[in-house]
């Protein structure tokens, strides 16, 4: 009979283990790393906002040039929305943790939302909102194709502002907007000028709805205003 | 099992596998792989006859025997007995130009296969050793000084040799270059812990009384060197290699071509493997049987369901790259912010495999040549080859499930 050396096999064996759990260990390591330089962009942002709407209380109309043109979204917000998109796509990553910064994301936009309509209300600029709900539940055929729209638009107009909701995350600020604006559960939704439309929208569709988007300043071009 | 838990299994036994032929090299690293011929004493060399199976192979069979006719080793104890298996083109006129040298016999008999030619060889001569040279390969004049001296053990019944790319010209033949590499360190490791089952073609040795012993060569599904050799070992004889003897072989040049030579051999062993399925898993022939037999029968597995799974992957994301360009008019960019990196598991995985592969590629080329320096053409193999070998497993899988066949051209 032939032989087998065990001690052979008991080596190679606890070498790939190593291996794995090196690999384990590495992607978790990174993944860690990635969500708090989310939680430290969204301290960043949250003391942006609280920092704006202390300037709005305080210098009221006076500031309207400054508020607008310190809007943080655009410059701050999207991104981290994008890479908690990226982040919901690594299997990896600890599911518990990125609902809590996906919660907190969804207060900052709701925050700065809130504050930007107070901006537009009071400074007369003309409302370039969008707010979108969505669902990755796997009930929402149309959902991919809708934030890819709003994508395009977003990068085409740096000005608009997209809002975009988990519509099945529990967050009370959240559900409470959606019983504000009555949204049903049937995303893809969005919320243009108060009124709410529900399935796929193209960029052309949502051009037509929100007309002011034609005097935002595109990613190319310059001046244009988007006061009244 | 998810779809994730099957990718890790596969990933876990492959690397596992890899590992565990390191770990036998490192520990067997006093198995000296020499490339200095000791000293033999002539006297004491053992008789040999080398058959060469030739079927239409005019344009290379003659180089073949001119490298058989310069081997070292004493004329009296040598014979080259090149059987014409009844081909249609000129190659036993190419043959007959040998006629006069005292060491050839000359043979012709209808077409059968090769392993008819190798047994017409055994029948005709009562040397101890018996071997085998293709009629696309070259030898090195020391090669069988390496060999017939490893059957001074009695215990070894067989001797592969180390088999080289012979002249790699196309990209094809380039990366196949680099897969001998590893070939190299496969046959030679798989030696030391006593699981060879492939005694291939180009210069493999036997004892010519083993042989007949056995019942000589069978047609084995067109693959009569994995067949001898699983039937070697079934029958507890031991397959030596000798890295030190060298043989050149032809490759395919062309993907058509490679694709139908691998079909071939992936589905003989298939189907060997399923003739001689009781050794598979069975500790009763070591190492063979616990790990190598099933090893190499899962990474036949591993290597369709891997591709097949990139495949789709690629064209999902295809897919949504096209959904994405058509829904927000934006076209792709380089992006080189550091937080969207693949990290994952999976990808450290394939990486640290990918190292390991390479790591094996330079010890094949250690023991092959003396430098550990693998062959240029090592990146575009890591990168590309990969994804050619699913195409011939999947076609091999489907075959050997339809037991269809297979033709040698």
Redesign the interface.
């Known amino acids: ?5 065990w ?3 008991v ?3 606890l ?2 283990a190593a ?2 759990a ?3 260990y ?2 978790d390591y ?2 860690n790393r ?1 969500i708090a ?1 989310i939680q430290a962009t969204q301290s960043s942002i949250s003391i942006d906002i609280l920092s704006l709407e202390t300037q709005f209380d305080l210098l009221a109309e006076h500031s309207c040039q400054d508020i607008s043109e310190n809007s943080v979204l655009s410059s701050e917000i999207q991104p981290v929305g994008q ?1 908690l998109a ?1 982040l919901e796509t ?3 990553v600890d599911q518990a943790q990125l609902t809590e910064l996906k919660r907190y994301y969804s207060l900052l936009e709701i925050k700065d939302y809130l504050l930007m309509r107070q901006v537009t209300a009071k400074c007369g600029l003309k409302p370039v909102f969008i707010l979108y709900f969505y669902s990755n539940k796997g009930d929402c055929k149309d959902c ?3 934030g ?2 709003l ?2 638009l977003s ?2 107009y740096p000005q608009l502002r997209v809002y975009s909701f988990d519509y099945n995350l529990d967050l009370s600020a959240l559900q409470t907007l959606i019983d504000i604006h009555d949204v049903k559960n049937q995303p893809p939704a969005l919320i243009i000028n108060g009124k709410t439309y529900y399935g796929l929208h ?2 052309a569709d949502i051009k037509k709805i929100l007309p002011q988007l034609a005097t935002l300043k595109t990613a190319t071009s310059t001046a244009t205003t988007t006061k009244k | 099992m998810s779809m994730t838990g099957v990718t890790y299994a596969f990933l876990f036994i492959s690397l596992y596998f890899e590992v565990f032929l390191l770990v036998a090299f490192l520990e067997r690293r006093f198995v000296r792989v020499s490339r200095q011929r000791t000293p033999v004493d002539e006297a004491t060399l053992p008789t040999v006859a080398v058959v060469v199976p030739c079927f239409n192979e005019e344009i290379t069979v003659a180089g073949t025997v001119r490298s058989l006719l310069a081997l070292r080793y004493p004329e009296e104890k040598i014979e080259f007995i090149l059987v014409d298996d009844g081909s249609t083109d000129g190659t036993l006129s190419t043959l007959e130009q040998f006629r006069n040298d005292s060491r050839v016999r000359i043979f012709t008999k209808e077409n059968g296969g090769k392993h008819t030619a190798m047994n017409l060889g055994l029948e005709n001569t009562n040397a101890e050793l018996i071997g085998c040279l293709d009629a696309d390969s070259v030898v090195e004049p020391d090669a069988l000084l390496h060999i017939a001296p490893v059957f001074e053990n009695r215990l070894i019944s067989a001797v592969t040799p180390c088999i080289f790319v012979k002249e790699p010209e196309t990209i094809l033949q380039h990366l196949q270059n680099v897969e001998y590499r590893l070939s190299i360190f496969n046959r030679f490791i798989l030696a030391v812990i006593g699981s060879v089952f492939i005694t291939p073609g180009p210069f493999s040795f036997f004892r010519a009384k083993v042989v007949r012993e056995l019942g000589g060569w069978r047609f084995a599904h067109s693959t009569e060197d994995m067949e001898m050799a699983l039937r070697m070992q079934h029958e507890g004889h031991l397959i030596a290699n000798a890295p030190s003897a060298i043989v050149h072989t032809s490759t395919p040049r062309t993907l058509p071509a490679l694709f139908r030579q691998r079909v071939r051999w992936t589905y003989g062993w298939l189907r060997n493997a399923v003739d001689y399925r009781h050794m598979v898993g069975n500790r009763k022939y070591g190492n063979l049987g616990l790990l190598v037999l099933p090893s190499a029968l899962i990474s036949i597995a591993a290597g369709i369901y891997f591709f097949s799974r990139i495949a789709f992957s690629s064209l999902i994301s295809l897919r949504d790259e096209i959904i994405r360009i058509q829904f927000s008019g934006l076209y792709p960019h380089a992006s080189f912010d550091l937080f969207y990196f693949n990290t994952s598991t999976m990808l450290f995985l394939v990486l640290v495999s990918v190292g390991l592969i390479l790591a094996l590629i330079s010890a094949g080329s250690f023991i092959g040549t003396g430098s550990r320096r693998p062959p240029l053409s090592t990146p575009l193999f890591l990168l590309f080859y990969s994804f050619l070998v699913p195409l011939w497993l999947g076609a091999a899988v489907v075959r050997a499930v339809f037991k269809t066949g297979v033709s040698w051209r």
């Open positions: 009979m032939r032989t087998a050396r001690s052979s096999y080596v190679a064996l070498i790939t291996i794995f090196t690999a384990l590495a992607s990174f993944n990635r330089e890479r990226y690594q299997s990896n991919e194709e809708q890819y729209a994508t395009g990068e085409t193209t960029m």
